[in-house]
């Protein structure tokens, strides 16, 4: 049931395309009539996801295993497939290892980004989505967070963010072709409604929902819920769930919008609605009829006590709204979590 059809950009290269947002923006892409090119170095995900987008919409997408840093590798794919837009996913996202690896970090985002930009301006590519994040606001000043709230970061992985958005913006100021849109995402969790693809963390999750997921499992024996004394209704910590399926709609509705809106922009995909910790817990106990066994423990270091959107820019400029809702976010979530414990994964879908 594709939300946007477009007839503009036909061939799109999604750097990072086999990870968890990537695959979902990929299956509303090729379901809305384009063709896309994943361009991956599977360093966080597995060359099964391919198959499993063959299953959703009936197409394979074509798959290059290759580091976007390999300059002649990603020449050749940008040019190969025609490629006439880019969407940009690949990096490394771990907030708490990007303090004890910074030059990783720096080198495979920011280094990456440098190598990706110096390929599209040699195949003269000049319209660029790129996953930004709320991590580029910071300690919040004020809520809910607008696009003009100042930019700053508490951690290496933020800052990456936000100097690749500052090389956007001067390069968007050095060429007026240039159609740039950062898109900068909030919590994004659930799983496409098939239970086929989802977000797989490898190790034990340092995010709340899969790690709320592989409790109810019984692969882990608690949630701890890091702090209750936040200045916040029940005192937990409160976020912006977004379904990354709503996160995946708002990407193909910023395609015919960059047709026409050249410049360098930063749109947030929020919902405006702040959930806490405790809420997620009940929702999703009611969402697979679990318990969701969980001890309070002091606070997590670099936490904030509440970040939420802003999502009007999003509805204003590119006609999209979050439309999915806690249940929806939580029932997939769940879905996809008992499909990967099955063998029959990659076969069938799972019933409800
Ligand atoms: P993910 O790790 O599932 O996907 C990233 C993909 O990029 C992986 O498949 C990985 O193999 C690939 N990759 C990494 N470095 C690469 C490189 N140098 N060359 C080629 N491929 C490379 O992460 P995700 O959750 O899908 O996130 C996608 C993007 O969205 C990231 O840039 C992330 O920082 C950003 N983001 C994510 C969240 C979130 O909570 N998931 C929030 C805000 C922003
Ligand atoms: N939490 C727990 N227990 C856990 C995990 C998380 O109580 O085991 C709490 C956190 O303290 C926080 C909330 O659940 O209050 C959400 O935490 P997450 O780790 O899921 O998400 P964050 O808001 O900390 O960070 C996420 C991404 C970052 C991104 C940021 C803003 O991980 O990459 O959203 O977009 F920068």
Redesign the pocket.
Known sequence: MPVYKSDCFVNILL?????????HVAVVLLQAGHRVVL???????DAG?LVRIEQITGKMPIFIQ?????AETLADALKQHAVEAVM??????AVGESAQKPIEYYA??VE?TISLLEAMCKAEIRTLVF?????VYGEPQYLPLDEMHPLSATNP?GRT?LHIEEMLRDLSASNPLWCIVCL??????GAHESGLIG?N?VGIPN?LMPYIARVVAGELKELSVFGNDYPTPDGTGVRDYIHVMDLAEGHAASLPWLAEHPGCYAINLGTGQGYSVLEMVAAFASASGHAVPFQIVPRRTGDVAACYANPGKAGRELGWRARRGLFDMCASTWKFQRCIGLESCTSRAISP
């Open positions: 750097t990072g395309g086999m990870g968890y947002i990537g695959s361009y991956d170095n599977l360093s966080n995900s996801v290759a580091d976007i840093r390999a940009h996913f690949a990096g490394l996202k495979n985002n990456g996953s930004g994040s709320a991590a992985y963010k900068r995402y909030f919590n994004p969790v977000e963390p995010n």
